[in-house]
């Protein structure tokens, strides 16, 4: 299984290939001081999954996309609220949204590992 890493983050952007999670816990780490997105994707046996959180003030859009079936699905963070959340210029679901820092951690460690996020984490 090979994995990139890219990342806009405040004012600098980037990319890797050639890294490890202490890479990625740096440019998540990035996060809760500004605003910004990290995207991991994992390639294995001509499949690609991507992982991806956008955040802003403490705010963490968490999503997880690859095909499924056939078709491209997404999953995400399943969590309450009514109300939006404006993350990047875009508005959010709340429900969608986390403020938990360890949970974006964690769901990034699982799929750096595995390549794959179970739907007890994001569905």
Not at 1 to 30: A, E, I, P, R, Y
Not at 62 to 86: A, E, K, N, P, R
């Amino acid at each position: 299984m090979m994995h990139s890493l890219s990342w806009t983050l405040g004012k600098s952007n980037g990319s890797m290939k050639d890294f490890n999670f202490s890479d990625v816990l740096d440019k998540l780490s990035f996060l809760k001081k500004s605003c910004g997105t990290v995207t991991l994707r994992s390639y294995k046996n001509d499949e690609e999954f991507m992982l991806q959180v956008r955040a802003e003030n403490d705010n963490y859009l968490v999503t997880f996309g690859g095909v499924f079936d056939g078709d491209y699905d997404v999953m995400s963070y399943d969590g309450s609220g009514d109300g939006s959340i404006m993350i990047l210029g875009d508005l959010w679901p709340e429900a969608q949204v986390s403020k938990d820092f360890n949970f974006v951690e964690s769901v990034f460690k699982v799929f750096y590992k595995t390549g794959w996020v179970p739907k007890d984490m994001l569905n």
